[in-house]
């Protein structure tokens, strides 16, 4: 199954996937970085945009 994973190098917590994927990312307000909190939750959105729209292209897809 594929699995969004996020580079937390890359990551600026812009919060656009949270916008677009609130149930599966979320951004930590210590650190001003997003996670995955539910990356068996993309059927309740759509995770492929919101890897399309993360400026940094820090989201990808893991096959684990
Ligand atoms: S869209 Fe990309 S840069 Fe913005 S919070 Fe999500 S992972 Fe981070």
Do not use: Q
């Not at 990312?25 to 729209?53: M, P, S």
């Amino acid at each position: 199954m594929k699995k969004p994973v996020i580079d937390y190098e890359e990551c600026i917590g812009c919060g656009s996937c949270v916008e677009l994927c609130p149930e599966v990312f979320e951004v930590n307000d210590d650190e001003v970085k997003a996670y995955v909190k539910a990356e068996d939750k993309c059927d309740t959105c759509d995770c492929e945009e919101a890897i399309g729209i993360c400026p940094t292209e820090a989201i990808s897809w893991s096959e684990e």
